[in-house]
């Protein structure tokens, strides 16, 4: 059974730092291209930040570039996102998911939720003074 559990929301001050961290079971995430994204209340999900199956090559949403920093450990089976200097529209909740792509594309990072296979159940970040 594939699970991805995240962990690490919560609440911080405006310019606060939080680390999300998402362990992956059912599946080897050598074979995933990996991603974090976000929901707002009203608003559609997006893709903060992606990195490919292999390489470590990562895209960034611009609203967090420079701010946020993806990472993935397979040995672990986690994928992590470091979120610095957190601003009050960072507040959403966030997803973690997982998307198996062929060798062929190792090195490519797409950050498209339809692309996505798997998907956490999501934790809450509030950044509010």
């Known amino acids: 059974q594939v699970q991805l559990v995240e962990s690490g929301g919560g609440l911080v001050q405006p310019g606060g730092s939080l680390r999300l961290d998402c362990a992956a079971s059912?599946?080897?995430?050598?074979?995933?291209?990996l991603g974090w994204f976000r929901q707002a209340p009203g608003k559609e999900r997006e893709g903060v930040s992606c990195?490919?199956?292999?390489?470590?090559?990562?895209y960034y949403a611009d609203s967090v570039k420079g701010r946020f920093t993806i990472s993935r450990d397979n040995a672990k089976n986690m994928v992590y996102l470091q979120m610095n200097s957190l601003k009050p529209e960072d507040t959403a909740v966030y997803y973690c998911?997982?998307?198996?792509?062929?060798?062929?594309?190792?090195?490519?990072?797409?950050?498209?939720?339809?692309?996505?296979?798997?998907w956490g159940q999501g934790t809450q970040v509030t950044a509010t003074s």
């Open positions: 998911a997982a998307d198996r792509v062929p060798y062929s594309q190792r090195k490519v990072v797409a950050c498209v939720a339809a692309e996505f296979d798997y």
């Open positions: 059912g599946l080897p995430l050598d074979y995933y291209a």
């Open positions: 990195i490919s199956r292999s390489d470590g090559n990562t």
